[in-house]
């Protein structure tokens, strides 16, 4: 499946360096969304984006920076991360954010951080 | 409390066997429910939608109370394939969206 694509699918990286995460999403989508999945716990929702425009901000650290360009595609830009970072971050794509429609799932980014 | 609980399980259960899924939401604000499947390593996926009047797709039914503020996932005839976690969403919208930790199934032959 093709729907929403994400890049890279394994990431490892030092606690100094700087990064980014990019989804895209083929499904003619208006809202996108980041969540973080640490093993064990929940999805935590991170970041929405609706028509490009950020819509909520689940406090995240600064260290993690969203950037929506247009509504198919979503960064998310890492920078001095922390051990406690490793996780896999899911993209997803909705119809409309207010609507509730279902989610639609890329297949994550594996990121280690060291 | 956590806003949406599942029981962990694992659950084991026979191929053929009938297993079901429950699920509490705190938020009484909730409008939309969903269950999902999360194979193990893989992203989730949709596997329905959750109304008020109840619905079924196969083998799957899926059932809300909405006095009781509670979700369940019936499946019928177990197959191998059916191993997974399924997670349950409790969503008012936007923002609120919200996942329980999942329900780990393993069927066995």
């Known amino acids: 499946e093709t729907g929403v694509t994400q890049t890279p699918r394994h990431l490892v990286m030092g606690m100094t360096n700087k990064k980014s995460l990019k989804c895209e999403q083929h499904?003619?989508?208006?809202?996108m969304y980041w969540y973080k999945q640490s093993a064990k716990k929940p999805l935590e929702l991170m970041f929405v984006?609706?028509?490009?425009?950020?819509?909520e901000n689940n406090s995240v650290p600064s260290r993690f920076s969203p950037e929506c360009p247009n509504s198919s595609h979503l960064f998310l830009h890492l920078h001095t991360l922390q051990p406690e970072d490793s996780a896999l971050y899911l993209c997803?794509?909705?119809?409309?954010?207010?609507?509730?429609?279902?989610?639609?799932f890329g297949p994550g980014t594996r990121l280690t951080v060291t | 409390r956590k806003e949406v609980e599942q029981d962990p399980g694992p659950f084991n259960v026979p191929e053929g066997a009938t297993v079901a899924f429950n699920c509490t939401y705190s938020?009484?604000?909730?409008?939309?429910f969903f269950w999902y499947r999360q194979d193990c390593r893989k992203e989730p996926k949709l596997l329905m939608s959750?109304?008020?009047s109840g619905n079924e797709d196969g083998r799957f039914t899926a059932q809300l109370n909405r006095a009781s503020q509670y979700i369940s996932l019936l499946i019928r005839d177990s197959k191998l394939s059916d191993s997974a976690t399924y997670l349950c969403?409790?969503?008012?919208?936007?923002?609120?969206?919200?996942f329980g930790a999942g329900t780990r199934l393993f069927v066995k032959a």
């Open positions: 997803a794509s909705s119809p409309r954010t207010y609507d509730q429609y279902e989610q639609y």
């Open positions: 499904l003619g989508h208006n809202a």
């Open positions: 984006y609706s028509l490009e425009e950020r819509v």
């Open positions: 938020n009484s604000a909730s409008q939309s």
């Open positions: 959750v109304y008020s």
């Open positions: 969403v409790a969503s008012t919208g936007g923002f609120k969206t919200i």
